[in-house]
C-alpha cells in the first residue's frame, strides 16, 4: 500500500513539472492533422479511382 501512495505521489510531482500546451499550440496542431488527414485521404481516393479505372480496363 505504501508503494502505491508513492507511486501516486511522484506521479502527481511529475505531471506538475509537465509544460503543457497552450490552447492556441492545440488549435493549431490539431488543424495541422486535420489538413494532414484530409489530404491524405483524396490522396487514396484519387489512387484507388486511377487503379480501379485501369483494373476495369486490363480486365
Do not use: A, C, H
Request: hydrophobic content about 50%; charged content about 20%.
Amino acid at each position: 500500500m505504501n508503494g502505491m501512495i508513492s507511486y501516486f505521489r511522484e506521479s502527481y510531482e511529475e505531471l506538475r513539472k509537465v509544460n503543457w500546451p497552450t490552447r492556441d499550440e492545440v488549435i493549431q496542431g490539431t488543424q495541422t492533422v486535420l489538413i494532414f488527414v484530409i489530404g491524405f485521404t483524396i490522396l487514396l481516393w484519387l489512387l484507388d479511382l486511377v487503379f480501379g479505372l485501369f483494373v476495369r480496363t486490363v480486365l
